[in-house]
């Protein structure tokens, strides 16, 4: 029985969840993994033993990459975008002010270069100092573009970072990644390992 309180001590020096093995208590634990948008993608990780609850709660805490950008930087608005960032729960774990070269411009903005405002968004990215930014925290990458909210800013819901903040399309103020593979890609872009302290 794997309610048996005896078998239950025995599991556990074992490295089982003994916990999760509760019927009710595993599927609490799987309401709450599709509640954060996890899709198991096995048979085995639906099975939540303590491994697959590690991965989960690994899962769970994400990295995503912003930027503050140079509408941002121009006004001094650093500290007043980085205070929604924190009161909205992600932590700044990696942060420099830089001034993007065009070509950084151009490979990190490069999924749209066929469109018609890449060459100005280039040259907006490129007009004055930017502060890219490594944000951790659970379900990083969502939580953060909601909190910047809509790309046009005249759209954007009442309290997020462009309606507070943005002037418009072109200068709205920050960027965030939106996936995780993206997040991956920008975060290597501006930062060595060592300089992101989480
Ligand atoms: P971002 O990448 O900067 O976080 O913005 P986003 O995902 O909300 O929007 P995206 O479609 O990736 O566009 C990148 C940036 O290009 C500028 N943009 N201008 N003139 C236009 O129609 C137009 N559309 C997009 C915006 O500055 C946008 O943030
Ligand atoms: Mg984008």
């Known amino acids: ?70 509408d941002v930087t121009r006004r001094n608005l650093t500290g007043a975008v980085n205070a929604t960032i924190e009161k909205a729960g992600l932590r700044i774990i990696a942060q420099k002010r830089i001034r993007m070269t065009p070509q950084q411009a151009e490979t990190f903005y490069a999924v749209h270069k066929a469109r018609p405002f890449f060459g100005e968004l280039v040259e907006t990215m490129t007009s004055g100092p930017v502060v890219v930014q490594v944000l951790e925290g659970e379900d990083a990458i969502k939580k953060y573009r909601d909190v910047l909210g809509a790309t046009d800013p005249a759209k954007a819901a009442a309290g997020t970072i462009r309606k507070d903040f943005a002037l418009s399309v072109g200068e709205n103020s920050a960027h965030g990644s939106d996936a995780p593979e993206t997040a991956a890609i920008e975060i290597a872009q501006f930062f060595s390992g060592n300089e992101i302290v989480g």
């Open 1 to 70: 029985m794997a309610s048996d309180p005896a078998i239950l001590g025995d599991l556990a020096p074992l490295g089982i969840d003994v916990v999760c093995c509760f019927r009710p208590l595993k599927d609490a634990c799987l309401a709450d993994q599709e509640r954060h948008g996890y899709k198991p993608r096995t048979p085995a990780a639906r099975f939540p033993f303590r491994d697959d609850l590690r991965t989960f709660d690994r899962m769970a805490i994400e990295r995503t990459f912003s930027i503050l950008k140079p």
